[in-house]
Structure formats: structure tokens, C-alpha cells
């Protein structure tokens, strides 16, 4: 059965530091979300893109952060430079139809 | 503003002791209301969509119900193995179908 993948499943850094977070979506889906959630909080959205373009964005995903689908297969949520509050866990999302399907999530640790 | 409220926050039954979970949402427009499993550190499993009240789906010991203001998850006989957090989320009436999600309840089941 198709899955997302996301890489790396833990990833810590510096404050400051740039990031780069790496989704493989489900194969014919056309629609990408990030989404965090931050360790006892709800999960938030940060971003949708579709079509080669950010479709929506949340007050969260200011102009540290960037998305980016480089090729057919991947795509990715780069932060610029990381400050603590930044840590938590990072989900990539796809849809085709109605449902969106998840990956396992990336644990960013920002010290 | 578009809220899900889950209740309880957490959840202790015996192996076999039935009950229920409660979403409670005020999403504009909604387009559809999700439950998701969460297993600690992994990402949101899909279980259902509903978009109509009156609405019900199955799948094994799991029912989830919906109404114009409130979803519910019924556990009939759960085992150890249905342990994990539950999520509630609406879909956001916009083209790009974010999701607003709900803290969630831990459930343990105990053998």
C-alpha cells in the first residue's frame, strides 16, 4: 500500500542553523501539506501546495520558512534558522481525493 | 473562529469495557470531520471521513457517528491493541481542505 515517507526521523540542530526536511508523497496525489505539532499541543497546520505553488499558508509559516517540490517525487520544508520554539514533530501530508495521509514525521530537536 | 474540542483528554478501560469519544467542532462550512490514530511518535493513521450528520462508519470494534455539531467514537470491546491517541479534525471549507484538529484523547486500554 502507498505511503508517505519523511526523512530524517529525528533531526537536532543549533539554533540558527538551517533545516531541511524531506517528504516523498503518495505517488498521484496533487495536494502537500506541513504540518507540526509541538510536544501536548494540537497539530497545526503550517502550509498546502498544490500545482507547483503554496495554495495556503498559516500565520505560523513566516518568511523563515520555505517549501519546495524540486522534482517529480519529493518534497520539502527548509526553516532558515532555527530558534527553539521551532522544535517539535514535522508531518507531511498528501491527498488526492478527500483524505489525507500522513507520514511518520520528523522529531527536530532545535538546542 | 473554527475550533475542535475532543473530550475526554484521556481514557482508562478495561479489555471488553465499551464507551465513547466526543469531537465537538464549530468548523465554517465544514468538509468533513476525520478521526485519526496516533501510536506515540508516529504520524496520524486515517480511520474515517464523515460529511453528512446522521452519518455512520465501521471498521472492527470502531463506529464513528456524526451530528451538526458534535462526532463521536464508539469503542465496542476494545483490547490492548486499540491503546493510542485519538484525533479529531474538521475540513476546512477552502479549496485546500486544511485540517483543524482537536488535542485528542489518549486512550489505554488494559488487559
Known amino acids: 500500500e502507498p505511503e508517505v515517507t519523511q526523512t530524517p526521523s529525528h533531526q537536532v540542530t543549533q539554533m540558527g542553523q538551517e533545516v531541511i526536511l524531506r517528504c516523498v508523497p503518495i505517488s498521484n496525489h496533487l495536494y502537500f501539506y506541513w504540518y507540526r505539532q509541538i510536544l501536548g499541543q494540537k497539530v497545526e497546520f503550517l502550509v498546502s501546495f498544490y500545482n507547483n505553488e503554496i495554495s495556503e499558508k498559516s500565520e505560523i509559516f513566516d518568511d523563515q520558512f520555505s517549501v519546495e517540490r524540486p522534482d517529480g517525487s519529493n518534497f520539502t520544508l527548509k526553516i532558515r534558522s532555527t530558534k527553539l520554539e521551532d522544535s517539535a514533530m514535522y508531518f507531511c501530508a498528501s491527498r488526492a481525493q478527500e483524505t489525507q495521509y500522513f507520514g511518520p514525521g520528523t522529531r527536530l530537536l532545535v538546542l | 473562529e473554527d475550533q475542535v474540542t475532543q473530550s475526554p483528554e484521556a481514557l482508562r478501560l478495561q479489555e471488553g469495557e465499551s464507551s465513547s469519544l466526543n469531537c465537538s467542532y464549530t468548523?465554517?462550512?465544514?468538509?468533513?470531520l476525520f478521526w485519526y490514530r496516533q501510536d506515540p511518535g508516529k504520524g496520524p493513521e486515517f480511520l474515517f471521513t464523515l460529511y453528512s450528520a446522521g452519518e455512520e462508519k465501521e471498521k472492527e470494534r470502531l463506529k464513528a457517528t456524526l451530528t451538526k455539531k458534535e462526532s463521536f467514537l464508539h469503542i465496542t470491546a476494545p483490547k490492548p491493541e486499540d491503546s493510542a491517541t485519538y484525533l479529531c479534525?474538521?475540513?476546512?471549507?477552502?479549496?485546500?481542505?486544511?485540517?483543524?484538529w482537536g488535542l485528542g484523547t489518549s486512550l489505554a486500554v488494559n488487559p
Open positions: 468548523v465554517s462550512g465544514l468538509r468533513g
Open positions: 479534525a474538521g475540513g476546512d471549507a477552502g479549496n485546500n481542505r486544511k485540517l483543524i
